[in-house]
């Protein structure tokens, strides 16, 4: 990955999560989650009702949260970006 203007300098991720915001964990968290309910979806382990069941247990924000990361979580399947959790 290259940034514009540096076209020989690599860009470093950062993957420890310590170094993230408070927000940017719980959402790596939600993500994590999602993914794997995806995985465990296509195994009949777990169904899209039991799915729902789960988000309507949660508080608003949470519920919100864990949403958004969801639905990046299935957008990413449908690209074939199945380990980008």
């Not at 995985?39 to 949403?67: D, G, S, V, Y």
């Amino acid at each position: 990955m290259q940034v514009a203007g540096l076209q020989n300098a690599p860009v470093k991720v950062d993957y420890n999560l310590c170094n993230r915001s408070r927000e940017e964990q719980d959402y790596e968290a939600a993500k994590t989650l999602a993914h794997y309910w995806l995985h465990l979806k296509p195994n009949k382990q777990m169904t899209r009702l039991e799915i729902t069941k789960r988000l309507n247990q949660m508080q608003p924000a949470q519920r919100e949260l864990h949403r958004k990361a969801l639905n990046d979580a299935i957008s990413q399947q449908k690209e074939g970006k199945t380990n980008a959790a």
